[in-house]
């Protein structure tokens, strides 16, 4: 029936990869040195991309959707429609997806279709067609985690608000504070060998052109030995190499990664592992919010990630915030000791 197909069409997670051309980069002068401007950042799509949700109405049914527009560069962009909503808000995990490519071109308008059905992204919404018929709109959305600009609680180990960079070092002598914020490739100069729980707030830069490990990677290693992964996966599957993963060891339950140039937080609490003298009795174990949303609960850790500077002893070990070639920026970080 005509109907189950767009149940199925409406209710499962999209993934529309394709070429858009909306705008070009002539004329547009890349300088490392500097932060695109405003109009840069629109040429490369930085305008469009971000969350999108609302309600269609199918068959006189109305079902909640959410919209995820990923800027990949010259004009290229990925488009995520979810089943109930937006990742933490609404939407089931165990929904599948599908493909799309190949969208057309109007004026302002990016145009993706499948079959009769047909989704345009034009005037700062999300359009949702079948034919002639239309579903409905979804408006744009910015969030903010619930426990962005947490303050610390007393006795907390205040290791970054701002003031300086005292508390962190970097491996090649520069400054660990860069217009503000703390820089990637540093580790803090205090360690921690028991369990504890960490706040710390990052913001991912917009690299469009980049794809995979390379855009905007990063990562916070507890003890210096396991990492939880930093990386601008907006609006992909969520895998264990990917922003919110333990690293080559656990995906999180739910790919919670905002767009880039959004300030994001972690709230982990990290059980350490423990020793009787040289032999290890118990692994450690983490649990992870991100931006407000669990996406670890006691999780175990078998044994160090991948590239971690420290190898597993019953040693203290720092905080080390990752340098793989992006300009990964933190704020507001702080530890409580159990």
Not at 240 to 245: P, S
Request: proline share 5%; aromatic share 10%.
């Amino acid at each position: 029936m005509r109907i189950n197909t767009k149940m199925k069409m409406y209710l499962t997670l999209f993934v529309f990869v394709a070429t858009s051309y909306l705008s070009s980069l002539a004329g547009f002068a890349q300088d490392d040195s500097k932060k695109p401007g405003p109009a840069d950042l629109q040429a490369e799509g930085f305008n469009v991309q971000g969350e999108y949700t609302g309600e269609l109405s199918v068959d006189g049914e109305k079902i909640r959707a959410g919209v995820q527009v990923v800027a990949l560069g010259d004009g290229n962009y990925q488009l995520a429609i979810y089943r109930g909503g937006l990742p933490g808000d609404g939407w089931n995990s165990e929904s599948g997806f599908d493909v799309a490519r190949d969208p057309e071109v109007a004026g302002d308008k990016i145009v993706f279709t499948k079959n009769q059905e047909r989704i345009e992204i034009v005037g700062g919404a999300v359009q949702v067609y079948d034919g002639e018929r239309h579903f409905g709109q979804l408006d744009r959305v910015v969030r903010e985690s619930n426990t962005l600009a947490s303050a610390p609680p007393e006795g907390a180990i205040v290791l970054f608000d701002g003031t300086n960079g005292d508390n962190f070092e970097t491996g090649d002598g520069g400054e660990p504070v860069v217009d503000g914020l703390l820089r990637q490739g540093i580790t803090s100069k205090q360690k921690f060998g028991g369990d504890f729980s960490l706040h710390i707030e990052f913001k991912l830069p917009f690299e469009p052109a980049k794809s995979g490990q390379a855009r905007a990677n990063s990562g916070v290693y507890l003890q210096g030995r396991y990492e939880v992964q930093m990386l601008d996966s907006f609006g992909l599957e969520g895998k264990d190499n990917e922003c919110g993963g333990i690293y080559g060891i656990k995906k999180p339950v739910v790919n919670m990664c905002y767009p880039p140039e959004s300030w994001q937080t972690y709230d982990i609490d990290f059980k350490s592992a423990q020793w009787d003298g040289e032999k290890k009795t118990a692994n450690a174990r983490i649990s992870v919010r991100h931006n407000g949303v669990v996406i670890h609960d006691d999780v175990e850790i078998p044994s160090i990630t991948t590239a971690a500077p420290v190898a597993e002893s019953p040693e203290p070990g720092f905080l080390y915030l990752q340098d793989h070639g992006s300009p990964v920026r933190y704020r507001n970080i702080w530890v409580v000791e159990k």
